[in-house]
């Protein structure tokens, strides 16, 4: 079975800096994506970042990037120049890629606080 | 819609009540699910729905919760004789098929005194 790790259960960081987030997971499979949500106070899950684990090059959205080492099961989330609004949970999520049906599996979160 | 929607926003209900809270997809999408979320806790998956293939309900905690999903659009999730614990927040997603990026709803939190 499929589990993903978020170590960190709560983290700060000032303004501006830039903070990491990780994320590991343990899978067979070869065909799957990754993906980093983020849950704000006001409790509306939002995708940050989606990986397709076929893909050697790390996904961007504009100040989100993630580290995926396949090798290592490892998917860490990097948020640079933090802002206030990023305060909120953020989860971490695997799923399968070759079935159609399955679920995907979320981390436990980290809480990050953006400090001003 | 643009996104997905949940009704109410807020219940508060009484211990041993029954409620019901409703979820609405993104139209054409044929996945659908159900999380709980406890105070400051991460996801707890209840239920799932594919298309016409029967749900997958292994997340479901008792018998007193149901959920059905009719005409493969609008879901319904039954508490039924509502407990102090079933208190949370219950997110709803859907998505394209199973295997594809999961679009929230704002969620449903529920209190039961």
Redesign the interface.
């Known amino acids: 079975a499929q589990t993903v790790t978020q170590s960190q259960p709560e983290m700060s960081v000032q303004e501006a800096e830039t903070v990491t987030l990780s994320c590991t997971y343990d899978t067979s499979e070869n065909n799957y ?1 990754l ?1 980093w ?1 983020k849950q704000p106070p ?6 940050v970042i ?1 990986q397709e684990a076929y893909k050697q090059q790390n996904a961007t959205e504009n100040r989100f990037s993630v580290n995926f080492q396949k090798a290592a099961k490892s998917f860490s989330l990097k948020i640079s120049d933090s802002q206030l609004g990023d305060t909120a ?1 953020y ?1 971490c999520a695997f ?10 599996i ?4 980290t ?1 990050l606080h953006i400090l001003p | 819609g643009a996104g997905v929607s949940q009704s109410p926003s807020n219940k508060v209900t009484e211990k041993g009540k029954d409620v019901e809270l409703r979820c609405d997809p993104i139209s054409g999408h044929t996945a659908l699910y159900w999380y709980r979320q406890s105070l400051g806790q991460g996801l707890e998956f209840l239920i799932y729905f594919q298309g016409n293939s029967a749900p997958d309900k292994s997340g479901l905690p008792s018998d007193r919760f149901s959920a059905e999903r009719t005409g493969g659009s609008v879901s319904t999730l039954t508490i039924q004789r509502t407990q102090q614990e079933d208190s949370a927040v219950y997110l709803c997603a859907s998505s394209r098929w199973g295997a594809d990026t999961q679009y929230f709803g704002p969620g449903t939190r529920l209190t039961v005194l």
């Open positions: 994506y993906f949500y006001s409790r509306q899950m939002i995708l989606r949970m989860f799923m399968k890629r070759m079935n159609r049906d399955d679920k995907i979320f981390g436990k979160g809480r």
